[in-house]
């Protein structure tokens, strides 16, 4: 049987591919490689070995690519930047064959190629680390690493000790210790992730795509990327590093596109840029113009919770929400913020405390006592749970309302349900073919609307937000903006949570921090910066003690899940 | 650290992989066994009929249909589907089969081949609408085993065809030494599947496209294709069966095979495969068709009428479901 292509150490004669045995040489760093890569006798070429050009993709109700135009210089690693929905994880499934593009030509090495499926896209050399983990739990690590490339044996059998043998090397190789023989389930996700790295590097691709690598894993694990990435550079092959965490892009990159509102904006070398300059570029407008002016004074306290308590998850929160004001939940990701929120509103249960809405408590568990003393959450994931996608507008808007559209018999009052939709559809501007469009068919931005217009028309006097922002576009996201501050006006209490520092820091008037299942801080408005609530929310000042509390979020987070 | 993480870590230390041996994991790992073995155990002791040769030998002829279809039905339900046709399609085989023998007089080799063929391009069309049109494989099937069913009716006139020659009732009836004919195809067929589902690059393609579609498609698997393989694996097994059955009982019965698919999809849940695909293994479903074939054996032996019989095997089936369940939550 020939071996799979592309697999690591099967193929000892090649040059320039790595070698699955550690060598004993330290690692160049970033910086020195570039340094005795350029001026040194074999600089890299200049020539692109891929381009794409004139891409466009659409998907109904959004373009997510518009005519966009990208290439790729060996040798060099070259950092996607852009807002959520910018487009530069479509234009990298489009390279990795996930998706096709409507228009558009991708050439490499001069050549015109077609990438139609995930297939292709391999065997031309391209390999992705998906942003979205993609295991198959029920297999080995082993089977993982090796999906679709088994190793086989004389007999066309499935190779099992030769398979574990590679992918031991290739563990040790990334520098993981983890025994290949291990179900994909037992792992944490910091150690999948570095499965999936591994996946990637084996390939022994010459385009590498790593679309948010480091979500997930240690600062020491980033450590260990970072060499890796410096030794696929320095044997001349591409990677492509997509990330929103700025001093990782200036560490590794060597240039830097950026992308907005699905446009190509332009490639900068990254020791010609700084900071600022690229998140102007990525952003294109001031954050003051993004945030409503709030000019309205707080009244009573509407939503109050007292010492709320879910054993191993959060412990003793307290707080108070007056109308008309905006309260920021600040925290890391795990920090247990949206486990707070689910329990005030009753989606999850909590062992003791106490929430009371207008004075009154709230008795019993469940939802429906939080909408009858009207209190709405929009949840973090509108397509999971924030929207039924397989029933229109109208039913979506009318759903949290129904028990009160209905009569005793439980008939529901069609009519008053179809003047509400209305009435809301057209106050937030959604943009849909009509009450019976089926939601599935709108942009994110219009999704996020249906949602806020559901609640809306329970005439809530609490509402909680739960990254009401995520993945919708610039202009959408400034629209919700303006309807959330416009609910607070008319003497709504509302909650936010959000994981983006600017929305947050617009945003409150207040903002509670979190840490680890406890509330660690309240800081008004005008005393919030950016540092201040980091400090808070890891617990340390400080980059580096910023790092060593990463690690612990990431081993809290195993525990948690 | 906080408490909560303390806590928290604390609690899965004790479960965990790594972990010291625990007699609640090793029970729950292999429960299907041992309650097969209880159920043996205690069969033996209640009446003296039950453990001796004749019987053990009775109950695996008795299992080795259900168990053939069950491997085919192990590996659909593997990729996320599930095949209602089965027990027509081996209807629909086995009259195609009589009237083979008994109207054209075609060599028994070639007739074998045939009543193969004909599952298989059955099973095929199932994995076609499947695969490839993406349509639901609960409809899907249930279509074709409306269909399936109708056409062997057509093609049988609805009357049983029979008589069948001598030699062929061997391949349902006869024994190698003391062995059965229809338990060695059964265990022959259940080689091939642990063959196919843990050797060949197929079989590894079979768990990564119902444990995660998306990551079997991104590694360059193509997920249509695995998912046609299981149907028409499943199909072929079925015009496999059709041999056995309609040589058993020595006639092309139109009626033939009802409910098999329900007995096939239970051996395979009871053998801890997960309808939502990926997870299962082929020992599993042969430990599940086993403890079905005891079961009805041991009710049979202790006079139990079989309205009783169908009562228990539904509370089997629940039971063995709650506790697969409560060994993924654990």
């Excluded at chain 1, 590679?166 to 150690?191: C, F, H, N, W």
């Amino acid at each position: 049987m020939i071996p799979p292509p592309g697999l690591p150490g099967t193929d000892e004669t090649s040059p320039g591919t790595p070698s699955l045995t550690p060598t004993p040489t330290p690692t160049p760093t970033p910086a020195e490689a570039r340094e005795s890569g350029e001026p040194g006798g074999s600089a890299p070429p200049r020539t692109p070995i891929l381009e794409m050009s004139g891409i466009c993709k659409s998907f109904p109700g959004v373009q997510a690519l518009d005519n966009v135009d990208f290439r790729l210089v060996p040798g060099r690693v070259h950092a996607l930047m852009g807002e959520n929905g910018a487009g530069k994880s479509t234009l990298m499934r489009i390279l990795a064959g996930i998706d096709s593009p409507d228009e558009g030509t991708i050439t490499m090495d001069g050549r015109r190629i077609r990438l139609e499926n995930p297939r292709q896209a391999i065997d031309l050399g391209i390999a992705m680390i998906h942003q979205e983990l993609s295991p198959v739990l029920e297999m080995t690590v082993a089977e993982n690493l090796f999906l679709g490339r088994e190793f086989l044996n004389r007999a066309g059998l499935i190779d099992y000790k030769t398979m574990r043998a590679e992918a031991g090397k290739l563990l040790r190789y990334i520098g993981v210790d983890l025994d290949p023989g291990r179900s994909m389930r037992e792992l944490t996700v910091s150690q999948m992730q570095m499965v999936e790295i591994a996946k990637a590097v084996s390939h022994r691709a010459n385009i590498i795509i790593m679309d948010e690598p480091t979500s997930a894993i240690t600062a020491k694990e980033v450590e260990r990327l970072f060499e890796i990435i410096g030794r696929l550079r320095s044997e001349n092959k591409c990677v492509i590093y997509i990330t929103h965490k700025m001093d990782e892009v200036f560490a590794i990159s060597d240039e830097i596109t950026v992308f907005r509102d699905g446009r190509y904006i332009g490639t900068y070398e990254t020791s010609s840029i700084n900071e600022m300059d690229l998140i102007r570029l990525m952003v294109a407008r001031d954050l003051n113009e993004m945030f409503p002016e709030k000019t309205h004074g707080h009244g009573e306290v509407r939503l109050k919770v007292s010492n709320l308590t879910r054993k191993g998850v959060f412990r003793d929160i307290s707080f108070e929400v007056r109308a008309g004001e905006i309260l920021g939940l600040a925290g890391l990701v795990g920090a247990g913020r949206t486990e707070v929120v689910e329990s005030v509103f009753g989606v999850a249960p909590h062992d003791s405390g106490s929430v009371e809405v207008d004075g009154r408590p709230l008795k019993g568990r469940g939802t429906i006592r939080s909408i009858k003393k009207r209190m709405g959450l929009v949840t973090e994931d509108r397509k999971s749970s924030g929207l039924v996608l397989t029933m229109d507008v109208q039913d979506n808007i009318a759903l949290p309302s129904l028990w009160k559209l209905s009569n005793a018999l439980g008939l529901v009052r069609r009519k008053k349900a179809r003047l509400i939709s209305r009435e809301f559809t057209e106050s937030l501007r959604i943009k849909t073919a009509g009450p019976n469009e089926l939601v599935r068919n709108l942009s994110g931005g219009n999704q996020q609307k249906v949602i806020l217009a559901k609640w809306l028309a329970t005439k809530p006097v609490v509402m909680i937000f739960d990254e009401p922002t995520r993945g919708i576009d610039v202009g959408a996201k400034s629209e919700i903006y303006k309807l959330i501050v416009n609910m607070a006006a008319e003497g709504v209490a509302v909650v936010l949570i959000s994981s983006e520092m600017k929305e947050i820091l617009g945003m409150s008037d207040r903002i509670m921090v979190m840490r680890q299942g406890s509330c660690v801080a309240f800081v008004d408005r005008r005393e919030a910066t950016q540092e201040l609530l980091l400090l808070h929310a890891t617990g340390v000042g400080g980059r580096q003690a910023r790092e060593q509390t990463e690690e612990e979020i990431v081993l809290a987070k195993e525990g948690l899940i | 650290m906080g408490e909560a993480l303390n806590v928290s870590r604390g609690g899965r230390g004790g479960s965990g992989p790594e972990g010291s041996f625990s007699w609640k994991q090793f029970l729950l790992k292999y429960n299907i066994i041992l309650i097969l073995m209880l159920i043996c155990l205690a069969l033996s002791i209640y009446t003296n009929r039950f453990l001796n040769q004749e019987n053990l030998i009775n109950i695996t002829r008795q299992v080795s249909i259900n168990g053939i279809l069950a491997v085919g039905m192990t590996m659909v339900v593997l990729t996320g589907g599930i095949d209602l046709s089965v027990g027509s399609l081996v209807a629909l085989s086995g009259v195609v089969t009589a009237v083979l023998l008994r109207d054209h007089h075609m060599a028994i080799p070639m007739v074998v081949v045939v009543s193969v063929l004909v599952g298989l391009v059955m099973g095929s069309l199932n994995g076609y609408f499947v695969a490839y049109c993406r349509a639901a494989p609960f409809v899907v099937t249930l279509a074709m085993m409306t269909a399936a069913r109708g056409m062997t009716y057509v093609y049988s006139k609805g009357r049983p065809i029979s008589p069948l020659p001598a030699d062929f009732l061997f391949l349902g009836k006869g024994n190698l030494w003391i062995v059965p004919i229809p338990v060695i195809i059964f265990f022959l067929t259940f080689l091939l599947g642990v063959l196919i589902l843990r050797h060949l690059r197929i079989g590894r393609y079979i768990y990564a496209v119902g444990g995660n579609e998306t990551a079997a498609v991104v590694s360059g698997i193509n997920a249509k294709r695995v998912k046609l393989f299981a149907y028409c694996f499943s199909g072929l097994l079925c015009g496999l069966a059709a041999i056995i059955l309609t040589a058993r009982v020595s006639a092309g019965l139109p009626q033939a095979g009802q409910s098999y698919e329900l007995d096939a999809i239970a051996a395979t849940v009871i053998g801890g495969t997960s309808l939502a695909g990926g997870r299962g293994r082929l020992w599993g479903t042969l430990v599940g068709a086993l403890l079905l074939g005891v079961v009805n054996n041991g009710l049979d032996l202790m006079e139990i009428t079989s309205f009783y019989q169908q009562i228990v095997k539904g509370v089997i089936i629940l039971g063995a479901v709650l506790l697969d369940s409560k060994r993924h939550s654990a």
